[in-house]
């Protein structure tokens, strides 16, 4: 065992089996079972799974014979350990169940969190991911209360191949990292070198190409000095990511098909679907598409009997782009349609909203397919369903996170803040000194990179612990496929419902775009029409930076350009014109009878302030009353509430840093029967704590800071700390209006609005 941790594993193979013959002439059952045991594992280390669990068996038989149920439990579980990794995930899990059931039995927590762990990687492996992320989450923390080192590293470490599945990259790197550094000082090889592999795969996702470069070539060569092949294939695979991502299908086809020989010399059917996988995409970007078509199809077959989810998608998405390349867009809309409807499946049950999103971008294909095809569909023949058909895919993607969350209410799997452990609420408590510190410091001109550092590394540190204690929560919510459909917190959007909820004088527009083509959807309570060739969507984001530039010369205030406000104005006014003509004027015709419009605006157009268009006679606002929502099937949910008057307010002025928001705060309040106000010193999170669940309108007037770099973080700052998205998430709130009267409250990054 010693020569195979470190990494010398055919001497420690040889030594094995002169050892056991050594037992079997002595007579020793128990002693050769052992060592059977531990052959098993060698084989299982060098990716050798058909000899691992060859061993395996026979040491079930020896520990059998003199009746030790640790060390056949422990067989157990090795066997199960192989036939997961040869894909027989049924006999496995069969396997798994009986030897937790004889662990518990014999009081054996060790191997209770082997177990665990080894039933999670069984889950990751079908594309279970919540069960799989709870599974690691608890081994791990049983593995921290045992004080084993070794398996809490390994632990991590899978817990990072999950994150990495679900596209969570910068934690899974960053987890990767963590244990690299553990797997080097506790002298594991093997370990390391997938761990490198792992962190390769996250780097080109990640698109940090030297990065990954220089990570599998290390990983390369640790896996040659090992003699180990499946690490050979799993990196030929990687590189093969890699080659597609740059655009190189013909080194991609190399790579993958090298991959597939070395995952089948193995014996390793759901990592040679996966690579075959590949081969097929690098088929279809070669021209080859009647080939990708039929690998496809054929791998497809292998992984719905291996029930390995993830492939499936992949497959059902490449097999609706091979039928579009040749020509067959019933047989495309199929497959983009299953899909869809697969991943939906697997992604309803993420605990976690970051989880759900970040899932969600590795899988966007179908979806986006899907709205092509709509578009084309209407080109040919324009109707009012197919417009329909258009904005039903538009919408699919809008919000989706929010929209998921007022169906259902709280997130099922947060912890409300009373529940958090104790280190957790310190996390939050030092965050908020170093806002409050940092935040002062800036104020004096005196920036401490030292603090700005550790802020990043707890805020960091914070959304970890808060992630992992969802995952190692019971889940509360059992999604299905059908769930919501058809009532008024369905996940898919009822346009016919729509048009009954709108008024007659009450219109929707939804904006998209294609290419670099901006379009709108335009909703009535009579009507579905579809706007296309609105605007060059290139011109329009030029046009929105121009705007934004203006509006920045107002920042601070308005005091050092008041000699240039007459000049400022009129170049304001200027690119208020410029985006009407671009993005409404197109739209005017259709919306003259409209009073009030509901817009929902495509990405970096959620920062645009729609009210301040002006056509050269009036702002917009002055012709129409204007709301924004995220995505059309949000808008519905909430033109079906009919909330009673607001009566009770909570008004919060910051004013010790903005003095106009205390006379700001003492104007809303005067607007209600009651109203709790705070302003000055007194403007707090504590008395927003202590407030909130009491209130109708909640209005808060102070500085804000929108976070492009972790959104979760972006706060608003009172008068003792900073309430940040993730602390809101804590907030008990009852159905109210909430007025954010703050900067950065609007912005939208990278093409995502902000919600």
């Keep these: 065992m010693a020569l195979a941790m470190l990494g010398q594993h055919a001497e420690a193979a040889l030594c094995a089996e002169e050892t056991q013959r050594a037992f079997v002439a002595l007579g020793d059952t128990g002693a050769a079972g052992k060592v059977s045991l531990n052959l098993g594992s060698v084989h299982l280390r060098r990716d050798d799974f058909p000899q691992a669990a060859h061993h395996y068996r026979d040491a079930a038989v020896l520990f059998a014979r003199v009746g030790d149920s640790q060390h056949s439990v422990m067989a157990d579980v090795g066997l199960a350990d192989a036939l997961t990794s040869l894909g027989d995930f049924d006999e496995a899990m069969r396997i798994y169940a009986r030897a937790a059931m004889r662990a518990a039995t014999h009081g054996l927590p060790v191997l209770e969190a082997m177990i665990e762990e080894s039933v999670a990687l069984l ?152 690579a075959e996988t590949i081969r097929a995409h690098a088929l279809l970007r070669t021209g080859r598409a009647g080939e990708a078509r039929a690998l496809f199809g054929a791998t497809l077959a292998q992984a719905q009997e291996l029930q390995l989810l993830p492939v499936q998608v992949r497959c059902l998405t490449g097999t609706g782009l091979a039928a579009l390349a040749v020509g067959d867009r019933a047989g495309a809309g199929l497959a983009l349609v299953a899909a869809v409807d697969l991943f939906e499946e697997t992604r309803r049950t993420l605990p976690g909203d970051e989880l759900r999103s970040a899932f969600l971008t590795d899988h966007l294909r179908p979806y986006q397919e899907l709205l092509r095809m709509a578009l084309e569909d209407h080109a040919r023949a324009p109707a009012p369903g197919l417009a329909a058909e258009v904005l039903q895919q538009l919408d699919r993607l809008r919000a989706r996170t929010l929209g998921e969350r007022l169906a259902r209410g709280m997130d099922p799997a947060g912890i409300a803040e009373s529940g958090q452990p104790t280190d957790t609420t310190a996390l939050r408590t030092r965050l908020n000194w170093l806002y409050r510190r940092v935040r002062r410091l800036q104020d004096d001109a005196m920036p401490s990179a030292v603090l700005a550092a550790e802020l990043r590394s707890t805020e960091h540190e914070l959304l970890e612990r808060a992630r992992r204690q969802r995952l190692a929560a019971p889940m509360r919510y059992e999604a299905t496929a059908t769930d919501g459909a058809g009532d008024d917190e369905g996940a898919s959007l009822d346009i016919p419902t729509l048009q009954e909820l709108l008024q007659a004088d009450e219109a929707l527009v939804e904006y998209g775009v294609a290419g670099d083509e901006l379009f709108a959807c335009v909703v009535t309570k009579t009507d ?96 129409h009353e204007l709301a924004c929502a995220p995505s059309a099937l949000v808008a519905m949910r909430d033109l079906r509430r009919h909330p009673a008057p607001a009566r009770r307010a909570l008004v919060l002025g910051e004013s010790t840093r903005l003095p106009h928001a205390a006379g700001e705060a003492r104007a809303v309040a005067a607007m209600f029967p009651q109203a709790d106000v705070f302003v000055g010193e007194e403007a707090t999170l504590a008395a927003l704590r202590a407030h909130a669940a009491g209130a109708d309108v909640m209005h808060l007037a102070c500085h804000a800071q929108f976070r492009s770099d972790n959104p979760l973080f972006s706060a608003l700052h009172l008068a003792d700390g900073a309430l940040t998205v993730e602390a809101a998430e804590t907030l008990t709130l009852q159905h109210c209006t909430v007025v954010l009267s703050a900067c950065e409250t609007g912005l939208a990054d990278q093409g995502r609005a902000t919600k």
Excluded at 263 to 274: G, I, T, V
């Design 123 to 274: 889950e990751l492996a079908r594309g279970h991911y919540r069960a799989a992320l709870a599974g690691f989450e608890n081994s791990r923390r049983r593995y921290e209360q045992l004080a084993m080192p070794q398996h809490l590293a390994i632990a991590e470490k899978q817990l990072a191949d999950a994150y990495l599945e679900l596209h969570l990259l910068p934690e899974a790197l960053a987890l990767f990292e963590r244990a690299l550094t553990e797997f080097r000082a506790l002298d594991m090889p093997d370990d390391e070198a997938w761990t490198l592999a792992q962190m390769g795969r996250a780097q080109v996702l990640l698109e940090n190409t030297a990065a990954a470069a220089d990570s599998l070539v290390r990983a390369a060569r640790a896996f040659a000095a090992q003699g180990n092949g499946v690490g050979e294939a799993a990196i030929a695979l990687a590189r093969a990511e890699l080659a597609l991502l740059a655009g190189d299908a013909g080194a991609a086809l190399d790579l993958a098909v090298h991959a597939e020989q070395g995952f089948a010399a193995a014996d390793l059917p759901d990592r040679r679907a996966r």
């Design 528 to 623: 579905v029409a579809l706007r296309r060739g609105v605007a060059h969507w290139p011109a329009v984001l030029d046009a929105l930076r121009s705007a934004r530039f203006q509006m920045e010369t107002l920042r601070h205030g308005v005091a050092p350009v008041s000699q240039h406000l007459a000049i400022l104005n009129a170049r304001a006014q200027a690119r208020m014109r410029s985006l009407h003509a671009l993005v409404w004027a197109p739209l005017a015709g259709a919306l003259a009878h409209a009073t009030r419009v509901l817009i929902v605006p495509h990405a970096q157009l959620g920062a645009l302030p729609f009210a301040a268009l002006h056509d050269g006679e009036c702002f917009i606002g002055e012709r």
